[in-house]
Every structure is written in C-alpha cells, then in structure tokens.
Nanobody, 125 residues
C-alpha cells in the first residue's frame, strides 16, 4: 500500500485547510489510519487517528474541536479538515496507516507501518 498526502499550503491564522491522503494498492477500510505532524526542530506528534473497530476517532488535545479526521472507503482515502488554524499548527503533516495498530498504541508513530510523504502546512500570523 502506498499513501500520497496532498493539500498543504500557506494560510493565514484563523483560516482553514483540508488535507487528503490517497491510498493505492490495497483497501484501507479495515486499517487504522492517522495523521501526524512534525514542526521544525520537533519530534513527530500525533494529531488524530481512527479505526472502524475502535468505534471512535481520537484527537490530540491541541487540535480537538478544530480538526476533523474523516475517511472515504469508497475512494480509499482519508482527510483532515483543519479549521481555526494558528501559527502553532505549522508543520509537515503525514498520513499513516497500519493493519496492526491496537487502541492503546493509536497515538504512537511507531505503531504505524505505512506513511505518506508529508505535506507542508504553513500558518502565518
């Protein structure tokens, strides 16, 4: 399975962006899927994750209420709608997926085997 992230760009604070991640090679419908981000000089951090068997979508506290992860199994894609963006959201955003992630590991980057190439989001003040 290959993941291709897109949709990043430059936006002013308070604005919004929508990221997409298209998967090819295998359906992701039963996979755990997630978004992570990495700001300059910082470690990669969890943003959001979901899996059908978990029955819910989980968010980092820093994005809760502003970001929404969704998936379209028919298109084999996942999305991240980002609203009320702030300069602190500036980072390279990565989509990730794995068939072997359990709920207790859902926020750990090491738990995900498949990664997109990243898309840069820059929020200006």
């Amino acid at each position: 399975v290959q993941l291709q992230a897109s949709g990043g760009g430059l936006v002013q604070a308070g604005g919004y962006l929508s990221l997409s991640c298209a998967a090819s090679g295998r359906t992701l419908s039963n996979y755990a899927v997630a978004w992570f981000r990495q700001a300059p000089g910082k470690e990669r951090e969890f943003v959001a994750a979901t899996r059908r068997s978990w029955g819910s979508t989980f968010y980092a506290d820093s994005v809760k209420g502003r970001f929404t992860l969704s998936r379209d199994n028919a298109k084999n894609a996942l999305y991240l709608q980002m609203d009320s963006l702030s300069p602190e959201d500036t980072a390279v955003y990565y989509c990730a997926a794995s068939s072997g992630v359990i709920l207790s590991e859902s926020r750990a980057a090491r738990a995900y085997a498949l990664w997109g190439q990243g898309t840069l989001v820059t929020v200006s003040s």
